[in-house]
């Protein structure tokens, strides 16, 4: 449509700069319980997001300008209802789920939602080989808002307890003071929001170094983002036989280690370009996105009592959130425009890039290995599973075991 650098990079930053609104979504589950918020939030959503559709119209019948504002007013809705609604998500998950199969219920929904990803950027990819027209695009906007209406339709149908209201009604002031007083809790905050800044910084500018790195075609680099999903299918896989059993603090330093393997990976990537080599960083960071946001969803609702879920969960989120924005917006983003400067390579460029955020996510790694325990086993017992065939075949037959039982 048209649209400059400018007003694409305003429009991405929505998903953080809406955040602050999740305070009306914990006002919402006080009164109406996690359930209806996240459902008539999720259906506002995407009626809003169908105006998307009328943006080509609008600029065909009016200006650009004009339609552009429509663009930007639906993205805003969208990102705005998403922030209200997503308050309740892991509240609602808490009050389904038990201390015996949280684990493996994060780690089953973290899977579907990876091989769903996967399956519908297949289709994508292969439509986009046909037609990439405006037309194309409405149709599959359209698409994605008919599916959004009909999952907002089921989450509101979930049965649930009185608990998510309950907490919804607690003061803000009496969950921050909970979070910040209590040690785990407080520790916990300080992982979530390295975790979140170090994928920021790591995954999407990933992507951006392998097209502008390489010169890798947009059609080409859906298949690296296909990989990455592969990598997220693959954690979800191992979660579900490991993160019930294992604990949420090993897996989450494993996971969180490979984003500063990667760093280096990409700090001695060679010359030309090898599929395989940068197949291989797309994989550990699919690994490391479903992995750590299992971690540390599944770490939340073991150590957080249920009556200070959402006021908690809402201040992890608006908090590792704003890290994030800031460190991709100011620190990926503005190290880039820095590095350009100099007389450098493209692909020298993202070299020096990446080997000044291995020395950012050296602390960050440090951060976020530094949670309290909480039964969890040490990280070199869980390597030892992964070196072992026998014990690999000990938990394969435990998993068979607790499924018929």
């Keep these: 449509m048209g649209a400059d650098d400018l007003f694409i990079g305003f429009m991405a930053s929505f998903l953080y700069l809406t955040m602050p609104l999740m305070f009306i979504g914990k006002r919402l589950i006080g009164k109406f319980g996690a359930a209806h918020t996240f459902g008539t939030s999720w259906l ?63 780690s089953r929904m973290w899977l579907h939602f990876n091989m769903f990803y996967f399956v519908t950027l297949l289709v994508l990819m292969l439509i986009f080989r046909h037609s990439d027209s405006t037309q194309t695009f409405q149709f599959i906007i359209l698409g994605g808002c008919v599916f959004g209406i009909v999952a907002s339709i089921l989450v509101y149908h979930i049965p649930e307890s009185t608990g998510p ?19 785990q809790c407080r520790k916990l905050l300080f992982s979530w929001t390295a975790a979140t800044t170090a994928n920021m910084l790591m995954i999407p500018f990933s ?20 990989i990455q999903l592969f990598g997220g299918i693959v954690a979800s896989l191992l979660n579900i036989f490991l993160l019930g059993r294992v604990g949420p603090k090993p897996m989450l330093i494993l996971y969180s280690f490979g984003l500063v393997v990667n760093a280096f990976l990409w700090v001695i990537s060679p010359q030309q370009f090898v599929p395989f080599y940068q197949a ?36 992890y989120l608006i908090i590792s959130g704003a890290a994030a924005g800031i460190a991709g917006t ?54 030892k599973i992964f070196l072992s065939f026998r014990d690999l075949r000990a938990l394969l037959a435990l998993k068979k075991l607790e499924n018929k039982s």
């Design 207 to 226: 992507m951006v170094a392998l097209k502008n790195g390489y010169a890798v075609s947009d059609h080409k680099a859906l298949f690296f983002a296909l």
């Design 44 to 106: 506002i959503r995407n009626a809003f997001a169908t105006l998307m559709v009328l943006v080509p119209v609008v600029i065909s019948i009016s200006n650009q300008s004009f339609g552009l504002n429509l663009l930007a007013l639906s993205a805003f809705l969208f990102f705005a209802f998403r922030s209200i609604g997503f308050t309740a998500n892991t509240p609602l998950i808490g009050d389904i789920t038990g201390k015996d199969n949280c684990g493996h219920f994060l």
């Design 165 to 183: 209201m309950i907490s919804g009604r607690r003061p803000v002031s009496q969950s921050f003071s909970f979070l910040w007083r209590n040690i």
């Design 280 to 315: 291989a960083i797309f994989f550990i960071n699919g690994m490391a996105l479903a992995g750590i946001n299992t971690s540390l969803s599944h770490y939340f609702l073991t150590a957080v009592p249920e009556t200070e879920r959402v006021g908690t969960n809402m201040f």
């Design 330 to 383: 100011v620190l990926g983003g503005g190290l880039l425009a820095l590095l350009r400067i100099f007389d450098l390579s493209s692909l020298s460029i993202y070299r020096t890039f990446f080997a000044i955020i291995l020395f950012i996510l050296l602390p960050l790694f440090y951060i976020i290995k530094g949670i309290e325990r909480i039964e969890d086993w040490r990280v070199k017992d869980v390597l």
